[in-house]
């Protein structure tokens, strides 16, 4: 076991996670978000990996789903949404709890943003919406997700599950990234001065439509 302080994010994506990852970086804590990539680790085994893959790897090796990523200090999205292999280690009680077993001196951070706001944002993002419905998510089989009101009920319980799980648990945050002392609550979460904080990873603008109708074709 170990008391080094490791940030591991349990958000969404589209959530504020690359938001997150940078003001973390700009900490001074080695992180990664998402993927790992050449330029990140001294590790050649894990150049171009998700970090979700990686995590299941090791809560399935050794039991210790940070046994791979022993290099980074702080992790910004951890999901993976890869066609036929999604990871979503944030949501499954397992590895969460190997990771409070394993490191005592971790900090959990849910990166969060209005559930509304953020189903229209996962919507505007490339292709994620369909990849969510293609795929099986926990609490969201092949074929839901389809429009602003299967998204935000998906996303509702994504947090009231960490809310449940981590009730008077001072190593947990969730972090309201629009909250304009958002840097201050993640600073004193965390014992380290966050001297950057902003919005990064924006999406590109783009018509906000949910499903098409019947008889029109997916763009």
Do not use: C
């Not at 591991?8 to 973390?24: E, Y």
């Not at 590790?43 to 998700?50: L, R, S």
């Amino acid at each position: 076991m170990s008391d080094r302080l490791r940030v591991i994010n349990l958000g969404l994506p589209k959530s504020g996670t690359t938001t997150l990852a940078k003001a973390l970086a700009r900490a001074g804590l080695r992180t990664v978000d998402h993927r790992v990539h050449a330029k990140l680790t001294d590790v050649t085994e894990i150049e171009g990996a998700f970090v979700g893959h990686l995590i299941y790897e090791g809560y399935y090796g050794s039991g210790d789903p940070l046994e791979r990523l022993h290099e980074f200090d702080a992790f910004g999205e951890i999901s993976v949404m890869h066609d036929g292999n999604p990871a979503w280690p944030q949501m499954d009680f397992g590895v969460l709890e190997a990771i409070r077993h394993h490191h005592p001196g971790v900090r959990f951070v849910a990166s969060y943003r209005d559930p509304a706001a953020l189903s229209q944002s996962m919507l505007k993002w490339n292709n994620l919406v369909q990849r969510i419905k293609r795929n099986p998510l926990p609490g969201l089989p092949v074929g839901y997700g389809r429009d602003t009101g299967q998204r935000t009920r998906w996303i509702d319980a994504h947090y009231a599950f960490l809310d449940r799980i981590f009730a008077g648990d001072p190593t947990f945050l969730r972090l309201d990234v629009a909250a304009p002392d958002a840097a201050a609550q993640l600073a004193a979460h965390i014992g380290r001065d966050i001297p950057w904080w902003g919005q990064a990873n924006v999406n590109p603008a783009k018509p906000e439509n949910d499903e098409p109708k019947a008889g029109q074709g997916a763009a």
